[in-house]
Structures are given as C-alpha cells and as structure tokens.
C-alpha cells in the first residue's frame, strides 16, 4: 500500500516537472522549479517584460563645447575665481577696471550698448549661442558650481549665465540735448534707491552722476537691477572726495548754482552743528584753511531751509543736485564745500509726524523742478 502511494506522487511530480520545463522552453528558457525559493530569477516568465527604449544619441557636453569654442568647466578655479572676485568687489573693481553681469537680459543689454565682454560664463549652450558673441572667453558648467557665483533672481528655468565685462567709460550722455545737471549721491547706503536715482537723472537727461565717499557700491547687482542697465548709457564718477568735487566745479567758467536736498531733517542739522562748531572754533586753521572766505560770523545760519519749490534755478547755468543721506556731524572737507559754493538747502514739506522719507523723493522732486523751471527759460 504504501509503495502504491509513492508511486503515485512521484507520477504526479514529474507531470509537473515536465510541463514546466515545456512552459519555460517556449517562453523565457528559464526552469520554473525554483520559483518558490527565487521568484524574482523567473520573474520573466509570469510578466511580460519591458521593452527596452532606445537611448537618444546625444553630443556630450564636452564634444559640443569643442565644437563652439567653449570650454567645459567641473569647477571654478585658479584664473577664473580671481577674475569673478576682482570683478564683483569696489576694489577689484577699481584695480581691474572689470565689473561683473548676471542674468540674460543685463548682459544682453551691455552688449547693446556696445560694452566689451571678457568671459562669459553658463549652463546651457543655448544661453551661448542666444548672446551671439564670439571672440571672448566662453565656459560652460554646472548649476552647482555657477550658482555660488550669481544671485538667486538669476537662477531661471533656462539655466544660468554671467560675465565679465569691461568697465564702460561714457564721457557724455547717450541723450539729446542734455540737461546742464550734476547730481550728487551722498552716503547712500541702499541699492533700489541709488539704482532709482541713476535712471530717473538718465530719464531726465542729467549730464552725469556722482557718488561721494561712503557710497555704496555703484556697480553692485542690485544697483544694476534696479537702474535695468542704465550704467551703460550715463557717465558715472565713484568715491569721490568733497575736494575733487569743488575743483570740478571751479574748472567751469559758468554760473553755477549748488543746491542739497535730505529725506530727512538730520541731514540739515549735521550742516547747522558744524557752522556752529566752526563758529565757536573761529576759524581754527587746524580745521579750516585761512585763505577761505567763510562770511560774516553771525548767530543766524548761512544755510536757511528752502521749500524746494521756491529755489530759482532759471538764472543758473550749471546745476550740482545733491542728495544726501548723511545723519552725522559734516566734516571739515563737506562744509569747506558748502561754505565756499553758497549751498542752498533744499527741503520737502513732511507731513503726520513722519520722521523721514525715502531719498528719492526729495531727489526726483528737485529733479522734475529743475527741469521745469528750465524748460521755461528754454535751456533745455
């Protein structure tokens, strides 16, 4: 009995034995009698498996770069990081005479106005050949590596690209009759309102800009910004001393009229502290040179406040617009310049107890006067 019954279970094992070596022949070649100890080896012969998707033949970054003239970059290094750091520091930027660009659309005006480009760097060919400039130093590399370079509103869908530019050197203004305007930055700190003030005198027609010491960085990416390219059509003149700025003034045989202007009422009184420090000291000549003429020592300032309305400029030839930020004591140099220019001070009426505004106020306010007040007397 029990020799018929191992007779019967091996008959019906190796029924099972033989079809599934049939099955697994026909179909995947693979022996099904191990599926219970490896399912996944036979995997194949339950499912069917996927087709394999034909690779696209593509041009490796390296082979396309060759091809264009561009050089593939891991990593930023040696030449390349000194040149990026120069270009993007006040110093460097002073020494190499090189400033630093980001994003497709500020390079792309540069070149519009015919700024020179040195390098350029990207992440996508496209970003290259889109520029359309050749002769220059090109790279192409990674948004990793490029990204610790640029800031974060130049990181698009499309890549990243940068450069490095020649500082542009604009004698006159790219405009049409220009209005006989200097306006002077002083110790502003913040880049939207420096960048504001840059394309508003560019859009008034103002003949240059300058900024004094203490400024910013007139060249920062967030003056670039907000001015959207100005730089590139305006003669800029940077750090400059109080000195320098009076004997660009005495160089011209004309009338002109000098006129500061404050977002708020500390800038007027540094001024009125030291007229009054100079008062007391008399005329030190530690402080104070004594072939200057400082006037009449009187109790009332030589510096009234003006409703800025109310300054006549139609008798001016040239106009210096200062607009200052400065909350400290004026130093020696500032107010030899406004006692020896005859400085008007210019104020916009604050009203609700506001202690200050934004420096562009006042700026654009005296501005669009000048140019009014001009306009009348077809000066411009």
Known sequence: MAALMRYRFAKRI?????????????????????????????AGAYFRPRKRQKSRSRISVERSSSLYGVKQLHEIAGDQVNELVDSKSAAGIEKTQTIFLEGERMIGEAVKAGVQLKSVYATDMNLLERLGVEGISRYLTNVKTLKYWVSQRAVTSDGIICA????????????????????VIDRISDPWTAGVLLRTAYGMGCRKLITTKGC???WDQDVLTSSE???????????????????????TDSNVKVVLTGARPMVYRGIW????????????????SSDSDFGEQTEESNFPLTNFSDVDFRDAD???????????KSFKQKFRFLQQNTVVLASVPIANGLAKLNPIVPGILLMYEIHSQMSINNKV
């Not at 490095?164 to 306006?183: D, G, H, M, Y």
């Open 273 to 288: 502290k030291a007229e009054k420090k100079f008062l007391e000291t008399n005329c030190d000549e530690d402080n104070f």
């Open 229 to 251: 390219g100005t730089h590139f059509y305006m003669p800029i003149q940077t750090n400059l001393s109080w000195k320098d700025l009076n004997e660009e003034i005495e160089a």
């Open 14 to 42: 190796y029924a099972v034995c033989v079809h599934n070596k049939h099955f697994s022949s026909e179909s995947t070649g693979v022996y099904l009698t191990n599926e219970m100890k490896n399912p996944k080896d036979n």
């Open 216 to 218: 910013l960085n007139m």
């Open 164 to 183: 490095v530019a020649q500082k542009p050197i604009i004698s006159k203004p790219k405009v049409e009759n220009p209005l006989p305007v200097t306006v």
């Open 318 to 328: 040239d106009i210096v617009l200062i607009i200052s930020d400065d909350m400290s």
